[in-house]
């Protein structure tokens, strides 16, 4: 998660929804804003639309301001992470010395801190569900402060329910083509219309309605106006191509193509 990983510690315990812990972080805190450096945060679709919305900027803009591309590893897919400053701590470019300038709109990975999750969904011989651990920094103090949780409600504090929701059917997706043979490859065209329905919002709106797609595919006039006005359902939409293009599944498309 940080450039200190290989000194942090990861608990080897697998916890649950249920499971307590103490931890709290906060300004008056003497490692405050210290996991904000060095990190590597890829960045999901619904942390681009909260970001550049916040920002006031185009998902084009947003992207190339402050993401840099890369291919995920054993999925061949596309994925952004988040740009670094380059300066000493190669920080995050929100990051001050007093807090976080777009916390409200923090991606999800932040949100999930100091906790990771493992999805085993896809897997054989899995139950689906999602297991969690712990990551403890070095530098991190808020394991020692007396405030308690259960996972879930850290979960539904820091937002993550809301950003996981959203984000559930592009998880899967990954997840999924996680688990193919490495030595099936996508094609360019296959990436750049991941990339597209995944990152740039605003292409992919243009890709529906400025492009042939509404002839070739009838759409009632609740679903169009739905995703001409609302982003999230736009994302929803763009989700559910992807499964109708890479895996042929989605009943909607298959049903409603001309």
């Known amino acids: 998660m940080t450039s200190s990983d290989k000194e942090a510690c990861i608990d080897p315990v697998k916890y649950d929804l249920n499971s307590h812990f103490k931890f709290k972080c906060h300004k008056d805190i003497s490692c405050f804003t210290k996991c904000c450096r060095g990190i590597n945060i890829i960045l999901t679709p619904y942390d681009i639309i909260r970001l550049k919305n916040c920002l006031d900027l185009s998902s084009e803009e947003f992207l190339a301001i402050y993401t840099t591309p890369q291919i995920l590893e054993k999925t061949d897919l ?98 999924r083509k996680r688990s193919f043979p490495v030595n099936i490859k996508l094609t360019e065209k296959s990436k750049e219309m991941f990339f597209m329905a995944s990152y740039n919002i605003d292409k992919f709106k243009k890709f529906i309605f400025e492009s042939s797609f509404l002839t070739k595919y009838k759409l009632d006039e609740k679903m169009i106006e739905k995703i001409k006005s609302d982003e999230i359902e736009l994302l929803k939409f763009a989700l559910e191509w992807l499964k109708f293009v890479f895996y042929q599944t989605g009943k909607k498309f298959q049903a409603e193509q001309k």
């Open 78 to 175: 596309p994925v952004v992470t988040l740009k670094l400053l380059d300066d000493e701590l190669t920080s995050c470019p929100f990051v001050r010395d007093e807090g976080c300038l777009v916390y409200k709109d923090r991606p999800t990975t932040c949100r999930y801190y100091p906790l990771g999750v493992t999805t085993l969904s896809h897997q054989e011989g899995s139950d689906g569900k999602d297991f969690y651990f712990f990551v403890k920094e070095p530098h991190c103090q808020g394991f020692e402060e007396e405030k308690e949780w259960t996972i879930k409600e850290w979960r539904h504090d820091q937002g993550v329910d809301i950003h996981d929701e959203i984000n559930a059917e592009w998880t899967g997706f990954l997840v």
